[in-house]
């Protein structure tokens, strides 16, 4: 196809023109030969570059909370340019990073008291990863070096990150990286098909911990990082008991609990935190994405009093305690587009009207398990999975196809392997998920 693309505003693209672009996650060579491009969104909705509407059923990557083109975010991003531009986040401050840490630990469970910018989910990982070490070398344990992750497990791509990962073509080609990762099993399981919300069963999976203990002690590990709802493999829910069996077999070793609420914060489960909806409290949160609604790459890390304290009352006095940071940590736009995003949050009640909604959206995705080639659905809040049979010998090939011909359909879903990550934005009204759940069929049915 041979496509002159115009983004809003730009100069034309060749196809030619797109060369130049290594695109993440990406088939790059098939992508430049036939691109889906987007030149303009708001609210609910993308346009293509045929000037064709399409839905967005996964608000960006799980993002844009708060819908597209949200113009409090813009203006206050713009205003923030002009007045202040950039500060050196060290040894130096700007009112606007303390200013979003003070809102950001008004939401937070009670003693997340202190909020460490960084600018993307990845990022918050290597972040926390660090954190963990700094807290127990400080209390004289240093030889925590271990760290538990999980089957299937998505926590961004740094180093850090893949090390943790359990989605084989994460780390299959980058074989180096961090020792002493070992690995929970994931939470899937064959009972669980088509059971919406927490399974019933399964909470003994925690005990993999329990074994890890036994096997390597106790003594020996770190932290634990989970993403309370594993999200990028496809939204596996944590069955009733797990999260709290962790957080029991955690308390009893010393190990401290990491949860990476990078999708699950701000709202996509219908209360602030996973952590909230749960009822179970890390040590450590990391987040991303909905923390500036998408507009401005940021992401941040979330400590107790209780580690902050350890880890700065273990420096000499007058001396730095972490050293650890980024250039634009804390970015003074980023934390202005971070404060507008909280400000809509609480004006339009979005976190309770995403709680309201969840029960309809949940029936409407549940409504499309009578298609034949719907191998299982799941789904908790505004975010669900729904996985079709894959290709004989060819894992993920049919959700790539499917990703291309929903878009051609009129709506956007980010599919991972075989299954696609339905999380509508929270300005969705019942209509919008009909749309999504109608272009879904179609498409479906048509395989
Ligand atoms: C749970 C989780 N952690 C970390 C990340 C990485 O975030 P980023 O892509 O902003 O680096 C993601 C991204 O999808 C994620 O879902």
């Known amino acids: 196809m041979n496509v002159t693309n115009k983004p809003s505003g730009g100069a034309p693209l060749s196809n030619d023109a797109l060369e130049a672009h290594w695109m993440p996650f990406s088939s790059n060579r098939e992508f430049k030969a036939s691109p889906r491009m987007v030149r303009k969104s708001e609210g609910m909705y993308l346009w293509n570059q ?61 003693p997340f008291n202190h909020v460490f910018f960084v600018n993307s989910g990845s990022e918050s990982i290597d972040t926390a990863l660090k954190m963990v070490m700094a807290y127990h070398r400080a209390r004289g344990q240093g030889q925590r070096l271990r760290f538990v992750s999980r089957e299937r497990a998505y926590h961004g791509v740094n180093i850090g990150g893949v090390s943790l990962a359990g989605m084989v073509r994460n780390r299959e080609t980058f074989p180096v990286v961090m020792p002493n990762i070992v690995m929970m099993r994931h939470t899937w399981d064959e009972a669980h098909l088509f059971e919406r919300g927490q399974p019933e069963h399964g909470a003994e999976l925690a005990d993999d911990l329990l074994r890890m203990v036994q096997t390597y002690g106790g003594s020996t590990i770190g932290a634990v990082f989970v993403e309370p709802v594993a999200g990028s493999t496809g939204t596996l829910v944590p069955p009733k008991g ?113 709680a309201e909604l969840s029960d309809y959206f949940l029936d409407a995705i549940w409504s499309l398990k009578d298609l034949p080639i719907v191998r299982d659905i799941r789904g908790i809040g505004l975010m669900a999975g729904v996985e079709v049979f894959p290709l004989e010998g060819k894992p993920g090939a049919r959700g790539n196809e499917l990703q291309k011909s929903l878009f051609w359909n009129g709506c956007h879903v980010k599919w991972t392997g075989d299954s696609a990550i339905v999380a509508p934005s929270f300005v969705a009204e019942r209509g919008h998920v009909d749309e999504i759940v109608d272009a879904l069929r179609r498409t479906l049915k048509d395989q």
Not at 326 to 343: E, F, K, R, W
């Open 50 to 110: 045929n000037g064709d509407k399409l839905i967005d059923g996964s608000s960006g990557l799980f993002n844009v909370a708060a819908g597209h083109g949200r113009r409090e975010i813009a203006d206050a991003v713009h205003a923030q340019m002009l007045e202040n531009d950039y500060t050196s986040p060290f040894q130096l401050g700007q009112s606007k990073s303390f200013e979003f840490a003070d809102r950001l630990a008004q939401l937070l469970p009670d």
């Open 242 to 354: 797990y999260l709290e069996r962790l957080r029991k077999i955690c308390d009893d070793n010393g190990i401290l609990l990491v949860f990476d609420e990078v999708i699950t914060g701000f709202g996509r489960l219908g209360a602030p935190f996973a952590s909230q909806k749960f009822g179970v409290q890390p040590d450590i949160m990391t987040m991303a994405k909905a923390l500036t609604n998408g507009a401005i790459p940021m992401g941040a890390v979330a400590a107790t009093d209780h580690v902050y304290e350890t880890i700065t009352g273990a420096a000499p006095e007058n001396a730095i305690e972490f050293f650890h940071g980024y250039t634009y940590s804390g970015h003074p736009a980023a934390c202005a587009a971070g404060i507008a995003t909280l400000d809509i949050y609480e004006r339009e009640g979005l976190f309770e009207k995403a």
